[in-house]
């Protein structure tokens, strides 16, 4: 099955959407979505990193991120990222201490480790 197809597929939107809620319909980057005013953002799910011979459904939880459209794009290389090394994401789990995202408290950041450390 093509990544295209599973992208398609009913499991990756029940996965897809326990992501959207758990993330709050919000982006994880720039948090626009946060406030509830934003008339229209497109979210994706994006995985943080790839395992080979899984489907895009069955990664844990920790291993996916809601990312609006245009960070996504700057992510992924599609559109440049002006902002300063310092203030870019960094999404990886495994080899680095656990993301703090932006305006997150650290009860957050904790119960994200413990649920990844689950996870695993």
Known sequence: MSYEEQLNDVRWFEKR???????????????????????YIKLHVHHIKYIAG??????????????CDECHSKLHGLIP????????????????EFE???VRHIKDVIMDMIKFMDDE
């Open 17 to 39: 959407d326990e992501i959207l809620q758990r993330d709050d319909y919000c982006c994880q980057d720039c948090l626009r979505g946060r406030d509830r005013l934003t008339t």
């Open 54 to 67: 899984r489907m895009a459904w069955e990664y844990p939880n920790g291993y996916l991120i809601t990312l």
């Open 81 to 96: 990222d002006m902002r300063p090394e310092h203030v870019k994401p960094s999404f990886v789990y495994r080899d680095r």
């Open 100 to 102: 703090s995202r932006p």
